[in-house]
T-cell receptor, first 118, second 112 residues
Framework: GAVVSQHPSWVICKSGTSVKIECRSLDFQATTMFWYRQFPKQSLMLMATSNEGSKATYEQGVEKDKFLINHASLTLSTLTVTSAHPEDSSFYIC??????????????FGDGTRLSIL | GQNIDQPTEMTATEGAIVQINCTYQTSGFNGLFWYQQHAGEAPTFLSYNVLDGLEEKGRFSSFLSRSKGYSYLLLKELQMKDSASYLCAVRDWAGGGNKLTFGTGTQLKVEL
């Protein structure tokens, strides 16, 4: 069954709206979660690493004030796209990092969220 | 930083064998992974190499040469459902040892 649950799977909203995406680890506690963005016909680009109980680590060029990440528990991380604009339209995917148990498959991916800003 | 290169597109015939290459440069190599991704879906894990050599899993095999910074994914007995994007990803020791950097992906089209 699914290891990671990501919600919602599809969002369409007006420009200027803030959108929250949830990523839940279903079967285990996850101290680290990753947030990716994927534009059409491009690869996954890591946006940030979400760390439980501490601040997220953002990749170079990603605006931390625009993409707010909260990882308040060991099973939930949220990404909020604040004041979204059409250029933020993309496929956002979270993954859960597992330490110690199965490094042969280091990340389990959610099903992704398709965000469309009108 | 890391530099990961893959061909953008490949086309192959159903029933044939195809090899997708990946070259990389990284300072703290800690494993190379191959993922399959169908359009609009999340990536699906295919294989993992951390030591040199060939890893075989059914119709899929993956090879790694750390000294050359090179890997390939081999798909045998191609099926139409294998048409997808194949992503090469490198893990390094940065970010706690579990951070992946993805290549641009190779779009494979399987034809009759």
């Amino acid at each position: 069954g699914a290891v990671v649950s990501q919600h919602p799977s599809w969002v369409i909203c007006k420009s200027g709206t803030s959108v929250k995406i949830e990523c839940r680890s279903l079967d285990f506690q996850a101290t680290t979660m990753f947030w990716y963005r994927q534009f059409p016909k491009q690869s996954l680009m890591l946006m940030a690493t979400s760390n439980e109980g501490s601040k997220a680590t953002y990749e170079q060029g990603v605006e931390k004030d625009k993409f707010l990440i909260n990882h308040a528990s060991l099973t939930l991380s949220t990404l909020t796209v604040t004041s979204a604009h059409p250029e933020d339209s993309s496929f956002y995917i979270c993954s859960v990092g597992i330490f110690g148990t199965d490094l042969n498959q280091p990340q389990h991916f959610g099903d992704g969220t398709r965000l469309s800003i009108l | 930083g890391q530099n990961i290169d893959q061909p953008t597109e490949m086309t192959a015939t159903e029933g044939a064998i195809v090899q997708i290459n990946c070259t990389y440069q990284t300072s703290g190599f800690n494993g190379l992974f191959w993922y399959q991704q169908h359009a609009g879906e999340a990536p699906t894990f295919l294989s993992y190499n951390v030591l040199d050599g060939l890893e075989e899993k059914g119709r899929f095999s993956s090879f790694l040469s750390r000294s050359k910074g090179y890997s390939y994914l081999l798909l045998k007995e191609l099926q139409m459902k294998d048409s997808a994007s194949y992503l090469c990803a490198v893990r390094d020791w940065a970010g706690g040892g579990n951070k992946l950097t993805f290549g641009t992906g190779t779009q494979l089209k399987v034809e009759l």
